[in-house]
């Protein structure tokens, strides 16, 4: 029987020139165990602030923003949380109401933030928001005007686009403020955040039926790409790709898994 021989081509790192700042907001009503408001701050994915109702105040997360940031700024940033916290809540109602809602758990998220590419300069914003984990509104941030895919979210983005003060407001903060900022942070982690970790990479198989799975971990930033070689060309039949998962210490890890003969 013809030998195929089948290779990983090393898991590629590859760091491009694009920064981003971002942020999650999540709202929950109904009794469940689980704060009724929570904020996440990133930048290039790696996570530097944390706030939730629970704990009521914005906490860093990373080295980075500890040594150049101090009280002021925390101070700040939980007093917006708190304002935003009561905002989430006013908007949960606000759907439930909408929608005749009365009971059960419900969520509001929000994601928005910006993005500057240090070699073009080129920058780009979002803002979107979900309702119970669907999509609810969005940001055309190069038009400046809010979409909804939904007939329910149409009222609050005709409201939205009926308001040039806050579209200009937004316009100002994601192409000025937003920036500036993630600047500033890029700035700030940059021996943390340009670092590169190429990953270790094993072979693992239970017995000869089973499938191999080509296992990488270890590496930063996350783009990797696990590719399989069959007789010099790349193989991508019976091929099952992991999700990308985090670890402890900030780095990534992502598994590939192919099924063979034990004859290949």
Not at 54 to 78: C, F, H, L, M, S
């Amino acid at each position: 029987m013809r030998l195929v021989v089948l290779i990983i081509v090393g898991a590629h790192v590859a760091h491009a020139g694009k920064h981003s700042l971002k942020y999650y907001y999540t709202g929950v009503t109904g009794d469940i165990d689980f704060p009724e408001f929570t904020a996440v701050g990133l930048v290039d994915d790696e996570q530097f602030m944390y706030f939730d109702s629970n704990i009521k105040k914005a906490v860093p997360k990373t080295k980075w923003i500890r040594q150049n940031e101090g009280a002021d700024y925390w101070n700040r940033e939980t007093q917006n949380m708190i304002t935003q916290h009561q905002t989430f809540k006013n908007n949960i109602q606000i759907a439930k109401d909408r929608l005749n809602q009365s009971a059960g758990v419900h969520t509001v998220q929000e994601t928005y933030g910006c993005e500057w590419d240090d070699q073009t300069g080129e920058t780009n914003a979002f803002r979107q928001f979900g309702y119970d984990g669907e999509d609810f509104l969005f940001l055309d941030f190069k038009e400046l005007r809010f979409i909804s895919p939904t007939l329910q979210g149409f009222p609050t983005s005709q409201k939205l686009n009926n308001d040039r003060g806050f579209l200009e407001t937004d316009k100002h903060y994601f192409s000025a403020h937003c920036i500036q900022w993630l600047k500033k942070y890029v700035e700030y982690g940059k021996s943390s955040l340009e670092k590169t970790v190429s990953p270790q990479v094993s072979l693992l198989q239970k017995s000869s039926s089973s499938p191999v799975t080509c296992h990488a971990t270890g590496f930063y930033p996350k783009g990797v790409t696990i590719s399989w070689m069959r007789n010099g060309q790349e193989h991508h039949e019976d091929v099952v790709v992991g999700e990308l998962i985090p670890n402890e210490d900030g780095t990534f890890q992502k598994t590939s898994t192919i099924r063979i003969t034990p004859n290949e």
